[in-house]
């Protein structure tokens, strides 16, 4: 930095009078021509994104995973990211728990924050005995996931709003379920001491938002503590899966440009907690 400009920053750090002018005029356009850039640049990120769906999935049907052809009704992943849900890269932290052998196990699947039906749907079309339960405060993504299910013929869900403590318990003389939980930091009040212990027989998968609130894992630990035994997944970093995932459709991508189409929009590592039933 310049010995002139040093000079001209230290003057309005320590001058009042010309900082607040300087927060009153200049910092507002400053920060408007940020905003205009940042939402430049985040449209043109999505509209890469979209050429690549196109290029690689025409009919909007899941490649790989345990949700291997399911069909999405439109270009659309409410709070994640289609590409790679698309590709079967999504979560795939997970795929051990969906797998067809252990999803057997449950007649019953809640899916609490179920977004456009990925799990909800996906689970409900690979296991048509199962009675799957969608909830979401989010009514377009409820709308979404309807016309998802319709596409994919499914017909043994229910799609519901919000989903509270009691609604939780209503669910505790029914036969052994799971119990899918990601909700932004409302696990902390909704999976209560109570709900642990009502819902014993049942297990859950839970994405911990600690990024939110850092009180939350050790709670939900406590409450299933006496109850459920825990097994923790962690979540790949984004950086590392360019090198970790090699399915053909990422093939004569850049490491950076393979980063952009396996992003699932992570602020940090995070972990999924599942509290297997101890009965």
Known sequence: MSGLRRKLIKYVAHNEGVWEKFNQYVYPIINEIRSEKFSKERTQ????????????????????????????????AFGSALFPKLLGTYEKELHEVFSHQNLEQYKMI???????????????RSHPEAKVYAFDIDDAAIAFCQKMAALNRVENIVLKRECTEEELLAFSDKKKGLIIVDCEGYEKILLTKRVAEGLQMHDFLIEVHDIIDVEISGILKERFSQTH??????????????????????????????????TEHRREVMEWFYFKTKN
């Open 45 to 76: 990120f999505n509209d890469w994104i979209s050429q690549q769906v196109v290029k690689h999935f025409p009919d909007l049907s899941v490649k790989r995973g345990p949700f291997r052809g399911m069909v999405y009704p439109d270009h659309c």
């Open 110 to 124: 809640l899916d609490v924050g179920c977004a456009e039906g990925y799990y909800a749907v996906g689970i409900a």
């Open 229 to 262: 035994q825990l097994t923790i997944f962690t979540s790949v970093p984004e950086s590392k899966k360019v090198y970790l995932y090699d399915q053909p459709e990422l093939s004569g991508y850049s490491l950076d440009e393979r980063k952009k189409l396996l």
